[in-house]
């Protein structure tokens, strides 16, 4: 299967840690997407990528989030100093071209204990 | 207010029931609308785009109403595997450029035998 790769599919851990999340996107999109979801809400969009490049960041990134794209395939979601309200379901998504439908990877759930 | 509203539900209905959703959103200059399904715990997927004249995709229709700014989904002869939240899609006019997704909250179907 060739579609949206996401590691780790959970991540538990304790206040204060640092968490990395992988998205591996389909191959050949140019477009990278990170996604925040928590329970009974629809996802709400973070930051993306064209290529290697960092186009814009929401709001709902604070300084602890930090993400990469360095060779402009696979993408790391990195959070520092992991707070209770971190904890959610981070999801990716990637398409071919801005106008392309996006196809989300299965999500890497995050628990903060 | 959100810029994506939907009735949370759950609709309950019986198999081979018409249900339909409505989804509001605050923005007159939204460009793009989609449908898109979720499973529980599992990541959202493309259900079908919504375009002016509205569309149809089997048994289901998707309808666009600019002018009072709403999107309907329509599920015909619902079967039990329609059961799943149904998100409404929106990419705003501010993210022309990044073709980002606001996500409604979403509405839970659930058919029941």
């Known amino acids: 299967d060739t579609g949206v790769s996401q590691n780790p599919r959970h991540k538990i851990t304790k206040r204060g840690q640092n968490v990395t999340f992988r998205c591996d996107p389909i191959?050949?999109?140019?477009?990278l997407y990170w996604y925040r979801q928590t329970l009974g809400q629809g996802p709400e969009f973070l930051t993306y990528f064209q290529n290697e490049a960092q186009l814009e960041k929401s709001r709902l990134l604070s300084d602890r989030f930090s993400a990469e794209r360095p060779k402009g395939s696979f993408s790391t979601l990195e959070i520092q100093r992991t707070e209770q309200g971190d904890s959610a379901m981070y999801l990716c998504a990637s398409s071919k071209e801005a106008n392309q439908p996006q196809h989300f990877g299965d999500g890497t759930r995050l628990s903060i204990l | 207010r959100k810029e994506v509203e939907q009735d949370p539900g759950p609709f309950n209905v019986p198999e081979g029931a018409t249900v339909a959703f409505n989804c509001t959103y605050s923005?007159?200059?939204?460009?793009?609308f989609f449908w898109y399904r979720q499973d529980c715990r599992k990541e959202p997927k493309l259900l079908m785009s919504?375009?002016?004249s509205g569309n149809e995709d089997g048994r289901f229709t998707a309808q666009l109403n600019r002018a009072s700014q709403y999107i309907s989904l329509l599920i015909r002869d619902s079967k039990l595997s329609d059961s799943a939240t149904y998100l409404c899609v929106v990419i705003g006019p501010l993210d022309t450029g990044r073709r980002a997704l606001t996500f409604g909250s979403g509405t839970r179907l659930q058919v029941q035998p």
């Open positions: 919504v375009y002016s």
């Open positions: 191959s050949e999109h140019n477009r």
């Open positions: 923005n007159s200059a939204s460009q793009s």
